[in-house]
């Protein structure tokens, strides 16, 4: 939608989209302040970069239309890399500062990565000429989003799969294949291999009376 809005609206207007658009998952998902502000800071500033590119191929004369002519689609193009130019940047450059995180680590700039976010810009430049011919054409050509969403949400449920909710720490399943590997490799390069287990007391007492601690219903 940020993409549609820098390449049909007035700059004012894709702040307001893109500042709206982030309300659902606040309410949704409770974001500490901090963090849902630098996302709607961030997708702001990325908007407002790929306006500006629409802006100056049009003060060259060459404007989005609902033709959908090579000019045109060259336009939309460039303003959605300017989008995920500007959106990666700024979020590798804050994971690195807040967690530590390179942008390998990131997987910002991942063939996947890129991949994934290049379909949805995609489908924000298609929501565009869309809405500029049909608006009911636009619904249509929003179809693919449910898709991509199941798409996404498979590796997060594979990740949530083989990790503690609480620590971030592999669970037993998340080990035993890694585990394998490294079992695997030590006899192969024919190294020793240590292992240690910690069992920590009434860790999973601790545990519960947190959860009653910080119960929403009580």
Not at 138 to 153: E, K, N
């Amino acid at each position: 939608f940020t993409v549609a809005a820098a390449l049909l609206l007035p700059p004012e207007l894709v702040v307001v989209v893109c500042a709206a658009q982030h309300l659902p998952e606040w309410l949704r998902q409770r974001y500490p302040w901090f963090i849902q502000s630098f996302n709607i800071a961030n997708v702001v500033l990325s908007g407002l970069a790929a306006w500006s590119v629409r802006a100056g191929f049009e003060r060259a004369g060459v404007h989005m239309s609902e033709t959908a002519g090579a000019s045109a689609v060259l336009v939309a193009v460039a303003a959605a890399g300017a989008f995920l130019l500007v959106n990666h940047v700024l979020l590798a450059r804050m994971l690195r500062l807040a967690r530590g995180h390179d942008s390998v680590a990131s997987g910002l700039f991942s063939v996947d990565g890129l991949i994934a976010d290049g379909v949805v810009a995609a489908v924000g430049v298609g929501v565009a000429f869309a809405l500029l011919h049909s608006w009911a054409l636009a619904f249509v050509v929003l179809l693919p989003l449910v898709l991509i969403q199941r798409a996404l949400a498979v590796p997060t449920l594979r990740a949530q799969a083989f990790s503690d909710h609480k620590t971030g720490l592999l669970n037993s399943r998340g080990i035993d294949q890694p585990a394998r590997n490294e079992f695997a490799r030590a006899r192969r390069l024919e190294r020793p291999l240590s292992v240690l287990l910690c069992d920590i007391d009434d860790l999973r007492g601790n545990e519960l009376a947190s959860a009653e601690l910080y119960d929403p219903a009580t």
